[in-house]
């Protein structure tokens, strides 16, 4: 099996940062794409950020600028830079991996619990 572990998330001012984190461990071969997701209570889950294995990155329209999605192979792991902090960016952030677990197996999709980010005064 594959788990996914977030962590970073928290209360914070606006015009604040924050760091989160996600790893991954258990059966890995190789992961593709990571990426973040955030979800607000009774809405769809949205993309963020996501981000390949040379480090090529695609951002949701509000997340340029102000976020920075990072990873580090050797430690199957994504991190995202949230900078600028806004009321409208709290949401439950999730992270999820293209994992393959070897290669004879096809690539598949893990998700995380996700951590909460809440930005207020």
């Known amino acids: 099996q594959v788990q996914l572990v977030e962590s970073g998330g928290g209360l914070v001012q606006p015009g604040g940062s924050l760091r989160l984190s996600c790893a991954a461990s258990g059966s890995i071969y190789m992961i593709y794409d990571m990426g973040w997701y955030r979800q607000t209570p009774g809405k769809q889950r949205d993309l963020v950020a996501t981000?390949?294995?040379?480090?090529?990155?695609n951002y949701a329209d509000f997340a340029k600028d102000r976020f920075t999605i990072s990873r580090d192979n050797a430690g199957n792991t994504v991190y995202l830079q949230m900078n600028s902090l806004k009321p409208e960016d709290t949401a439950v952030y999730y992270c999820?991996?293209?994992?393959?677990?070897?290669?004879?197996?096809?690539?598949?999709?893990?998700w995380g619990q996700g951590t909460q980010v809440t930005v207020s005064s």
């Open positions: 999820k991996c293209n994992v393959l677990r070897s290669r004879w197996r096809s690539a598949e999709d893990y």
């Open positions: 981000i390949d294995r040379r480090s090529n990155s």
